[in-house]
Every structure is written in structure tokens, then in C-alpha cells.
């Protein structure tokens, strides 16, 4: 799936979880998968737990992020 359509999963609505991008028509945010990715959980068990995401929202959410490391830089 190409990056444009990928992003097409995500949304950011200062009316939703204070506008921080989540996967769209949902109040899931991208940190959250992304941390759940971190930490060692599959894609299996997230939708398991989310039943409202997809793995391609799981992959939208870690595309997301990778794009966002090209474009910020923080000292840790």
C-alpha cells in the first residue's frame, strides 16, 4: 500500500484526544500502537484488542511515525 493511502488512515481533530493523530474514525492514538509495538506486541493481539483498527492502521500508525523521525529532531 503506497504512503498516500496509508495516511489516508490517519486524522487530527482538535476535537479528538486534544488533536493528536490517531487512526481515523477512532479515539486510538498513534503513540499508542506505536508503543504497543515497542513493547513487543504483535499486530495480532493489538487487533484483538482493538477490533476497531486493522493491521493496515497498524501499518499506517508505524509509517506515520517513521515519517515524523525523518522530520524531528529531539535530543534524548
Known amino acids: 500500500m503506497q504512503d498516500a493511502k496509508l495516511f489516508e488512515r490517519?486524522?487530527?481533530?482538535?476535537?479528538?484526544?486534544h488533536?493528536?493523530?490517531?487512526i481515523k474514525g477512532t479515539r486510538i492514538p498513534i503513540?499508542?500502537?506505536?508503543s504497543l509495538i515497542a513493547d513487543g506486541e504483535n499486530v495480532e493481539s493489538i487487533t484483538q484488542d482493538y477490533p476497531s483498527i486493522?493491521?493496515?492502521?497498524?501499518?499506517?500508525?508505524?509509517?506515520y511515525a517513521a515519517k515524523l523521525c525523518e522530520?524531528?529532531?529531539?535530543?534524548?
Open 10 to 17: 490517519i486524522s487530527s481533530d482538535p476535537d479528538i484526544c
Open 19 to 22: 488533536g493528536k493523530p490517531c
Open 31 to 34: 503513540a499508542l500502537i506505536v
Open 54 to 63: 486493522s493491521s493496515d492502521d497498524i501499518r499506517a500508525a508505524m509509517k
Open 71 to 76: 522530520f524531528e529532531a529531539y535530543a534524548i
